[in-house]
């Protein structure tokens, strides 16, 4: 049984001010029976680590590049997050994919650098719309798991999100039934790769996920916890998806 994760993603919103959602937050985290993370623009991380510390708060970047250092103008190294108070990043979004023409090659690569640099890499795939469409959703998402994930990189440095593109701040979501199918498929493919070890690495759904639907969606088969955008700017709505988890 994978450990249990509420994570929340940032994007790029937040200033100094928004740090009292996380102040906000301090109760609820203190009762969850689950693991809690946000992961804010870089600017915020060492402020928010600093607040986070005095609770189980975990803090988290948006990606890293996959050199220690050197001449790579608004890049940030993963030594640098954790050097902030980072304990995680998310790698491979489907947004950083899109924007900035990260491959799967090129995210495992950052993966690697973010483990070397002793934090937890939190993996994102998930198909388009077109791809659904043509019925090719669990070839996508198993060719990402396998070229994003370095096959020695240790389980519990890992976890993996699946993130249809189509669900991403659109109010949509799969069904509960295309959800199950593609974390059972995912949980199998890393087990054809790592044997059981593989059921110590967290599958989170991300996409669309609110207070309202994250019950039915934890109680869905392989699935650990969530990445969560808007609904993690606010402590009222994050609070509501960690209690949810919690009860889970
Ligand atoms: O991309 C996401 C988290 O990484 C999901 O975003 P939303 O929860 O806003 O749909």
Redesign the pocket.
Known sequence: MARKLA???W?MNGMTADLVEVDALAEVVEAAQCEVLL?PPATLIAPMAARAGLMSLYVGGQTCHSAGSGAHTGDISAAMLADAGATHV?LG???RRADHGESSTDVALQVTAAIDAGLVAIV?VGETEAERDAGVTLQVVASQVAGSIPSGAAPEQIVV?Y?PVW?????RTPTLEQIAEVHDHIRSELATRRGGAADAIPLLY?????PGNAAEIFAVSNVDG???????LKAADFSGIIEALSAA
């Open positions: 994570a929340g993603n994007k992961c998310i979004h489907s947004e994102c999100a993130e669900a991403i701040g659109t109010g991300g996409g669309s996920v609110k969530a990445l969560v955008g808007g609904a993690s």
